[in-house]
Every structure is written in C-alpha cells, then in structure tokens.
C-alpha cells in the first residue's frame, strides 16, 4: 500500500473514531445543560479551558517530537526515541501531581473567587490534577500506536475512554438519583456521600475514564527503559521547548477568553454568559472533530513522506482537499442548526436561555477553518527543523488574544470573544505562510482557497441570517454547493478515482 493510500486510510479510520467519540460526548452536552444552570455550566467551561493549558504544558511537545525524532534516527534507535519521550512526560506528570496537591488551597481559592465555593474548588483541583497526570502520560503511547500504523487499537481506546466518562455521568446525574429514591439499599449506600446535582461528579467521571485508559495501554508503556540515551534527550527537549511554548500560546489564542471570562466580566452575568458560550460552542464539534481526526492522519504521514520528490505538492494538494472538506461541513451546521440547536437547550425557565447565543456559530465554524489552516501551514517549520519560529507566531498570537480580550470581552461578551479569535487567527496565518514560504516553499493555490473560505463563511451566514435557520432552504444550499464544487474539481475527483482503482 503506497504512503498516501496508507494515509488516507488511517485517517478514515481517525476519522470515524474521532466521529464516534465526540458525538457521544457531543450527547453529554444536552444532559449537562438541562442538569446545571448557565452559571454552573461556565464553571465546567472555565475549568476545562484551565485544563487545555496544563494539558499543553505536560504534553511538553512530546507529540510532535516523537514523530520527528523517529524519522531522524537508525531504526535500531527507535526504542530510545521512546524511552527519552515517555520519560519527559513521566516526570513533569509527577513534579506537576505532587505541586497541585501540595498547593490545592490557594490555587482552588483563586479560581473560585468566592471563598463559599472554595471547599468545592479544591476538591475539583485535585480531581483534574489526577485527570492532566494520566491523560499526559497516555500522550506518548498513544503515538507510538500512530506511529505503528495501529489506527484501529488506538480508535478502540478512545472510543472506551468515551463510553467510560458518559457511563458513569449517565450514573451519577441520572441513575443513582433514581436508585436512591426507589430503593432503601441504594439510599443508604449512597446517603453518606452523595450530592443531587453536584458539578463534580462530571470531573469524577473524567478522572475514572482517563485512569482507566491509561491502564489500558500498559502493553505500550512496558516497552518504557530507564536505560536513556541522555545525548537524545538533550536534541529532543532542544527541539519540543520551542513546540511546547508554541503549543501554550496556542492554547492561549484558543482558550484565553473562557479562561479570562470571569475576571474580564465578573459577576453573575459573566458566569450566565460564559455559560452559553460554552455551551453554543459544543455545535461547532462537528468541524472540530474533522480538524483533530485530520491531524492525527496528517502528522505521521507529513513526517514520513517529507523525503518524496513532490512532498511539497502533495502538501499543497492535501491543503485544497482539506479546505473543500471544512468548507462543506462548515455550511452543513449552519444549514441543520435549527434542529442542532435542542442540543442545548436547558430546562424550565432556563429552557431557552442557551439559545440567545447561537447566533456566534458562524463565526465559531469560521474559527475552526482558520484553526485547520494554520495547522497545515504550521509543517514547513516542523519539517525544516526551525521550530523557533512556531514560538514567534503562536507568541504573537497569544499577545494578540491577551490585548484584544481585555478590550472585547468586558464591551461585546462573547461575542466579542470568539472575534478576537478569528482576528488573532488571521494574523498567525498570514504570518505563517509569508515565513513559511522563505524557508521552506509549498505551493499552495492561495487564490482557491482563500475562495473557498469565503464562500463557505459567506453561505454559511447566508442559512443562518437570510434563510432564518431553515432546514429545507439550508440543506438545498449545501446541495447546490456540493454540486458546484463536485463540478469544479471534476478532474481533480476522475484523477483520483483512477488512481484508486489502480
């Protein structure tokens, strides 16, 4: 099988996996809105922006590391390449677990801001300590799988980690509810320590899902040798620092808006507000979901087909395709959000309240076509070794997020928030492709695809604002672009069939 069809398959493979376990999270989000109001709904929100950050951190940038340094050395090296990386992550996992459990009070204090909750705050600092621990330790064999070429093993226990954190928040916020009310074993089992409605038991059921995934891939970890190549562990931290600030900052341009909500926008209507954005941004998951099942199919084959005369083409090419892809979804949502919308739809006198913020989707779709953009640009400094530069434009990036935020955020809310995002975006891409194309040239059809961007934003906004969210009037958008597109990339689709065939 040749490296593309190999990469094309994998990615199928993501794909669907991908799919599968975001839209049963997806399937949470109706129970998490109809179970806590929008102010509790934003501490969930402002917590899981908090944990993206340090998820970043202890990752240290091992992802990317890993796949680079197994192209770079012997195959008989290959092991050491893991040894190093796992052996990274391990130890900031273990510095950082023993720093917040020794410093659980003032940081759960600071992130409340309201010392009644503090005891709670506490508590759930100490439950995502436990969570960050296990899911960075799983960072490096989960590529390891990737790097195997073992997409099905690694699809399968994504999908259990899945299944494992929806089990038991269907247990917790609706099962042991019911048990305790109809049965005097259950209520005296549970009367002890069991609180209705209590936000906690959603971190609970991350921490039993991430503990359980990470002792399902014991086989992967017991390759792990404290024998270290230190000359390799030297070259690999030299090589990820640039990629982990690079992989901070992007999180800040990311997440700095739910992180900062609270203090840019204090009181009870920053916590409602910062609520419904959490929530309205769960509908966007369906083109998040295509960005990551992307990334996990291209960064493997990036790194390994980079020695082919026509990489640069292929990358060029993937780019197109890439696009079209989040161009369709993109208007796809916005065509279906009259019915995506129940999704989030909360209850009683709250019924609606959620809704009131739907009206930043096409904005927050947009942000993930940029997001995918970036990512397939950010390869040539990955490529060429020249990772400082990834400090440079996600730095910039971030500086740009932090000063906007405060300008925004206390004016516009949440709207305001997700155009700093798309303004902060713009700008790391452009900066990106101009440098990119110095160092390490792709030729991209910058014309293509900066149309297809703004066709897809254009009807996109076409279906939600002119078309009032209707159904029938969207889809027939989403044909008739289909069809257009099919149209033009008719020898582009023929050439590929053939050479599927072949």
């Avoid at 990551?292 to 390994?304: D, I, N, Q, V």
Wanted: charged share 15%; net charge positive.
């Amino acid at each position: 099988m040749s490296k593309i069809k190999k990469f094309v398959n994998d990615t199928v493979i993501y794909g669907l996996s991908t799919i599968i376990s975001r839209i049963l999270n997806f399937l949470l989000t109706p129970l998490f809105v109809s179970q806590f109001r929008p102010a509790v709904y934003g501490i969930f929100t402002n917590l899981y922006a908090w944990s993206s950050m340090v998820n970043a951190l202890l990752a240290f940038g091992m992802e990317t590391t890993y796949f680079r340094f197994l192209d770079k050395v012997e195959s008989n090296r290959k092991h050491r390449v893991f040894n190093a990386s796992f052996f990274i992550t391990l130890i900031s996992a273990v510095l950082f677990l023993l720093i917040v459990f020794s410093f659980a009070g003032p940081i759960g204090l600071w992130l409340s801001e309201n010392p009644k909750l503090n005891p709670d705050y506490i508590r759930f600092t100490k439950y995502f300590a436990v969570i960050l621990c296990a899911d960075a330790l799983a960072v490096v064999p989960f590529a390891k799988l990737r790097a195997e070429g073992r997409p099905i093993r690694y699809s399968l226990l994504k999908i259990i980690n899945i299944a494992i954190l929806i089990g038991f928040n269907l247990f917790f916020l609706i099962l042991l509810p019911k048990l305790i009310k109809h049965s005097d074993a259950w209520m005296q089992l549970a009367r002890p320590w069991f609180e209705e409605g209590w936000l906690g038991y959603v971190f609970i059921s991350n921490l039993i899902a991430s503990v359980v995934t990470l002792l399902l891939l014991l086989p992967e970890m017991l390759s792990f040798r404290f024998s270290l190549d230190l000359p390799l562990v030297r070259q690999m931290l030299n090589y990820s620092f640039p990629i982990l600030v690079a992989n901070i900052s992007f999180i800040i341009n990311e997440h700095l808006d739910k992180m900062l909500f609270p203090k840019l926008l204090p009181g009870e209507q920053g916590e409602i507000d910062l609520g419904i954005y959490g929530a309205v941004s769960k509908i966007a998951v369906f083109l998040n979901l295509f960005v990551t099942a992307f990334r996990l199919g291209a960064e493997p084959f990036f790194f390994s087909y980079a020695k082919n005369e026509n990489a640069r083409m292929v990358y060029a090419k993937i780019m197109e395709y890439f696009v079209i892809a989040m161009v369709l979804v993109m208007v796809g949502i916005c065509a279906n959000l009259e019915w995506l919308k129940y999704f989030v739809r909360g209850q009683g006198i709250q019924q609606e309240v959620y809704w009131s913020g739907l009206y930043i989707v096409p904005i927050l779709l947009l942000n993930f076509v940029l997001l995918g953009v970036y990512m397939n640009l950010s390869i040539w400094y990955k490529l060429s070794d020249q990772t400082r530069y990834a400090v440079y434009i996600a730095g910039i990036g971030a500086l740009l997020t932090l000063i906007l935020s405060v300008i925004f955020i206390p004016m516009y809310s949440y709207l305001g928030a997700v155009l700093v995002t798309t303004m902060a975006y713009l700008v790391m891409i452009v900066i990106s492709y101009i440098w990119g194309q110095k160092n390490y040239a792709i030729p991209y059809n910058l014309k293509k695809n900066i149309f297809y961007i703004f066709l897809g934003t254009l009807l996109s906004w076409v279906c939600y604002s002119l078309l009032d969210s209707h159904v029938w009037l969207g889809n027939g958008v989403l044909i008739l672009l289909s069809l257009g597109i099919a149209y033009s990339e008719r020898e582009n689709l023929q050439m590929m069939l053939r050479k599927r065939k072949e």
